[in-house]
């Protein structure tokens, strides 16, 4: 891990937080919010939340996921860059949506020229969540059964063998369980577009972190043994 950084960093140009050289990178102590840091200098100590924003050359800005999605913000007119964080968590709080608020406000960014990437993360194929995920987006999205879908769970025993299964209830078997998946991506193109930004400035990674382990790291996949990936943005100085 310190290796790949060390790389990625040199890539940049930049050092590790507190250095000072070519640029400077600030992460974050993530913890599954929709706090949203303004980043004028390298901060001191260690910062907590979910989103940063900059229009300071020289520093890189960055967010680490393993299944939840990156979220570039670049204003090329002003400039500034605004990073964030966006798991079921961010996104129920409207993170994104909040970001391109706090640099409309802070650095007078018109929603409209701002330039969005939404990076790899677990795709609407693996993202399978409980009743009270979807209950909770449903009280706050006029648009949340869109984000959804369910399918009843496989059983190739019951297939094979529906005798078994017959029961008293109409209409004569026990009900499979249901899985619902949560579109996550889709989820944070609606804040996205709601907030201004132009659809076609929207880019988005088709890569899901679950299906593609072989590439990408997947908390969920890998049962929390794994690494974890960087998407940063900065102005160069």
């Known amino acids: 891990m310190e290796r790949n950084r060390a790389l990625f960093l040199q890539t940049f140009g930049a050092t590790n937080i507190g ?5 400077a990178l600030v992460t974050l102590h993530q913890i599954h919010s929709d706090r949203i840091l303004t980043i ?10 979910d989103g940063m924003i900059t229009n300071t050359p020289g520093l890189i800005l960055a967010v680490q996921t393993a299944d939840c999605l990156p979220v570039i913000l670049v204003d090329p007119k002003r400039p500034a860059v605004g990073v964030f964080h966006a798991g079921w968590r961010g996104t129920l709080r409207r993170i994104v949506e909040k970001g391109v608020g706090e640099m409309r406000r802070n650095f007078g960014s018109d929603p409209r020229y701002l330039q969005a990437a939404i990076g790899p993360g677990i795709g609407k ?15 706050q999205f006029a648009y949340a059964a869109e984000l959804f879908r369910e399918i009843k769970e496989l059983d190739p025993v019951r297939e094979k063998y529906p005798m078994l299964f017959l029961t008293a209830r109409a209409p004569g078997h026990s009900d499979l369980p249901t899985q619902i998946f949560l579109d996550l991506v889709e989820a944070n193109c609606r804040q996205l577009l709601d907030a201004g930004v132009a ?19 997947s908390y969920r996949n890998e ?15």
């Open 19 to 23: 250095a000072t050289k070519k640029a």
């Open 40 to 49: 004028q200098a390298v901060p001191k100590e260690s910062v907590a939340g």
């Open 125 to 139: 194929c693996c993202f399978e969540v409980g009743p009270e995920v979807r209950v909770q987006f449903e009280a």
């Open 199 to 217: 659809a076609k400035n929207i880019h988005i990674s088709q890569l899901c972190t679950v299906c593609r382990t072989d590439l990408l790291f």
């Open 223 to 237: 049962k929390g043994v794994t690494g974890r990936m960087m998407a940063a943005a900065g102005i160069q100085a």
